[in-house]
């Protein structure tokens, strides 16, 4: 149970890192500075959690327990990836919204004839059969 916790907590510190690599590549240039300074501050996390990692494979300690009720760090950290979220613009939002809404138009045309062709051949086959 207790190399579990500790697995997962170097998982959540390395997914972390990796989120926010790709969020820099995305970082306009005059807040470069700030992102570097976070990617450092992601570093030392995710070392610290590799250094836990190997103390705690290498003794048979436990990790140190929370003693946080469940549902509690469950919404907490809900709120946590809720704020870590990189919402679309107003603009982004609109065109993804338009492309959603236009692959859905042509798809329903696209099935529509589909089943009138359908429904056309089978009139035409009992029409053959009934004669």
């Known amino acids: 149970m207790s190399f579990n916790l500790i697995i997962i907590a170097f998982f959540r510190q390395t997914a972390q890192c990796l989120a926010f690599i790709k969020k820099v590549t995305y970082t306009p240039l005059d807040k470069s500075r700030k992102a570097f300074l976070e990617l450092r501050r992601l570093k030392a ?3 610290r959690a590799l250094e836990e990692l190997n103390f705690h494979l290498m003794s048979d300690q436990a990790p140190p327990e929370t003693s946080q009720n469940p549902l ?15 919402w679309p613009t107003k603009e982004q939002a609109t065109l993804l919204t338009g492309i959603v809404v236009a692959v859905s138009f042509v798809l329903v045309v696209l099935l529509g004839l589909f089943d009138f062709g359908l429904s056309e051949l089978y009139r035409e086959a009992l029409k053959q059969f009934s004669s």
């Open 45 to 47: 996390l995710l070392k």
């Open 72 to 86: 509690v760090a469950y919404v907490v950290s809900a709120f946590e990836e809720f704020g870590k979220v990189t």
